[in-house]
């Protein structure tokens, strides 16, 4: 049923074959201080971060255009997309997913699954990515008081995770005192089976010595978009800081480094091995981590 997909999509792995249809605007650094400085100034100036081949889209003649609007740093224009599919004909219909929460990602696969037309199979899916959240959260002790966890989604400058990753770390025993969960209005404290009630917002920045001045326990770097090679070069740049070396979490070992580019960072199915992996990182059990989970220490 796909018939076309963005420069990202990469995984499940066999798609390669399928036509590309986004692509950057420019070349970036590599770094990520130059990444951050070049995106920044195109966004100051107004300028597109990606480029859609709109004459290969309207070839394809698709039913349905699938796009997000949740990061404007990762995603076409939604406005642009529905301005070319406005322009086509027949019309295809534009679903933009923008999930901030775990259930609300977990809910997405109901949502695609319906308009393709295949809600059954969405929701046996969901009924198996549940009952693996359920299974990995029993290894949880919600008594006590567990490790407090910086998440790095970028590196320089420093950014903690948001959206559905302090979710996930409190989910499996962390703590995430830099960007926590909040209950929302009317829920109490939305402990226990109302944890789906506490959000967090979009990821933060923070300067070095806020990171330093929290003291985490536990450092996890899984940098937004990068590969686990890419993290490691960051981790390495990290590292090199005079105050790296005050972090209580660096002088247990306990920093891990992750691909955030297929863990973490994009709000689909595979938040469910990263929930595994956190629960097994966090809790000592190496047992409980999904075989294959692309992550090691930091050396």
């Known amino acids: ?115 393709i037309g295949h809600e059954r199979q969405a929701r046996e899916a969901i009924v198996v990515l549940r009952d693996r959240m359920n299974r990995a959260g029993d290894h949880v002790n919600p008594y006590l008081d567990g490790p407090s966890v910086a998440f790095l989604e970028w590196t320089e400058p420093l950014f903690v995770g948001g959206h559905w990753t302090p979710q996930l770390i409190e989910r499996a025993g962390g703590r995430h005192p830099l960007n926590p969960t909040v209950a929302t209005e009317g829920s109490g404290s939305a402990s226990g089976p109302q944890a789906a009630w506490r959000k967090a917002g979009k990821s933060v920045g923070v300067p070095p010595r806020v990171l330093v001045a929290m003291r985490p326990e536990r450092i996890i770097i899984a940098p937004c978009g990068r590969t686990l090679d890419q993290a490691r070069n960051d981790a390495r740049a990290l590292s090199e800081q005079p105050w790296w070396r005050e972090l209580p979490a660096v002088r247990s070992g306990h920093v891990a ?35 294959g989970f692309p992550w090691e220490l930091m050396h």
Not at 27 to 40: C, N, T
Not at 42 to 55: E, K, N, P, S, V
Not at 263 to 290: C, H, K, S, T
Request: hydrophobic share 45%.
């Open 1 to 115: 049923m796909l018939v076309g997909r963005s420069h990202e999509c990469d995984y499940p792995p066999g798609l390669s074959h399928l036509p590309v249809l986004t692509a950057p605007a420019r070349a970036l650094a590599a770094d990520p201080a130059g990444i951050d400085a070049a995106v920044k100034a195109q966004m100051a100036g107004g300028q597109a971060l990606y480029r859609l081949d709109t004459a290969l889209l309207a070839g394809l003649r698709p039913d349905l255009i699938l796009t997000q609007d949740l990061c404007h740093v990762c995603s076409i224009d939604l406005a642009a997309v529905r301005a070319v599919a406005a322009a086509m004909d027949p019309r295809p219909a534009v679903l933009s997913l923008n999930p901030d929460t775990l259930e609300a990602v977990v809910e997405d696969v109901l949502t695609v699954g319906r308009a």
């Open 257 to 291: 480094l992750v691909d955030g580019n297929q863990m973490f960072n994009r709000p689909g199915p595979r938040l469910v091995d990263a929930y595994e992996w956190l629960v097994g990182w966090l809790n000592d059990r190496p047992d409980l981590i999904p075989p």
